[in-house]
């Protein structure tokens, strides 16, 4: 069977690997000269099932209104940006309720869960070296109240994907993690989850890409896909620059660009770009460097050591598809890393600085959508959000299992296109 992806990112990439092992015959699509140069670029690092609850948590309304043309803020909405969003951002309220939410949650936890498995197996086999740690990551708070709400998501997550937590008072946070002793008087506490990972998600991807093209499968750059062509409920082939490409099944794999490509099917795919930031640095003689990625709840920010460097990253921009760097929040990035960190500062030096900037391709409700659509030969991998790091391997995997007509080993609940059509009308 021939199977085109469209899309050599993170999730492009691993469903191409799953389904090459399946036993199909593999092309994979993309406009960039390699793998992983959009999204899956210099993201956070992190793979984290422990952070798999959806963004919008009961009371995301109150907390947007709040950070309203903060330009500082963790969470920032472009009025430009919501003509464009309106309905995408009244699903992303509605499943903020609590039932949606708790549910979204047990999805996206099961998913992240099963991927984690997924990706050390695949390490492991392919001997994969990405800069990876897996000294688990700890969640640093300076907000009781964000303590004790993070600590009854961290037993929902135990519940639902087994991700097992400890608690850390600041005092053991401060031991374990030197970094965090310039604000050892702010500290609540720290949630410290053993099994979470980290690791360069666009070295992981490139080594993946190479592995594919030694197996035999055709990985097409420099190719921009302008239109996906249909009969009926059949995808008949995709017109690219290069001229057109058929094959029996197709996967959209595109991130942020899905919802665009699938216009011209008359197929909604609700997926927003959501606008983060990271910057890049090297360790230099920094000498408290965490050997545990830190995630801080106050700050909304990650710092992820990667070898020898560091990685920091957060921010969340509701700005359309506007990917200007815009240096002000790129910086703030690193000044909200220095909050927790503050023994960092002394070690920066502005020119080996590199800031980037992506858009998370995001769900109004969280998990990522996957597998098939109305048309018989189209499958989705997308939409994955903060977490398509987190949940590439499992997600890649699952779609592969459907397109080949195989019983996917994790419970598809909230996690296909179908479960749009009581939200948003999707035809
Ligand atoms: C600041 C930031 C921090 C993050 N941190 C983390 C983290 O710590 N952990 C985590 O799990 N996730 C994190 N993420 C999320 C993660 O990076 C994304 O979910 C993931 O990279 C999405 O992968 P993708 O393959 O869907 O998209 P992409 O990587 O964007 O891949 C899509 C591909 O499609 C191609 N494409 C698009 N349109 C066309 C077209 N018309 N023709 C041809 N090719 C096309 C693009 O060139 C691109 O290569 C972060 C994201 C951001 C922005």
Redesign the pocket.
Known sequence: MRVLI???????ITTAFYLLQGGAEVQV????AS???????A??????PSQADPWNSPGILQRMIHYLGQEHAPFLLRPGAIPGMALWGLSFLMASRRTPHRLATAASVRLAAYSARLLRELREQHDLQYDQLTTGTLKTFRDTSEFIEAQRMAQLMLEKGGVTYELWNPETAVAEVPALFGIRQQLKGAIFYPRDESGD?HLFTQQLASLLQQRGAALLFK????RIAARGNAITGVH?SQGTLVADRYIL?????SPL?ARGLHMRIPVYPV????VTLPQGDWQEVPTIPLVDSSAKV?L?PMGKRLRI??TAEFAGYDLTLNTRRARHVLEAALSFCPSLRPHIHEDQLEYWT????MTPDGPPILGPTPYHNLYLN?G????????ACGSAKLVADMLLDRVPEVDMAGLLLSRYRSVIGLS
Do not use: C
Request: hydrophobic share 35%; proline share 4%; charged share 10%.
């Open positions: 469209i899309g050599a990112g993170l999730q492009g699509v993309d406009r960039a793998a992983a140069q959009e999204t899956s670029f993201n956070g690092g992190l793979i984290t998600a190719t921009t896909v302008q690219t794999a595109a991130g942020s660009y490509l606008k983060g930031y990271s990650v992820t990253a957060g992506g858009l998370r391709p997308t994955h959000g903060p977490l398509g790091w987190t949940m």
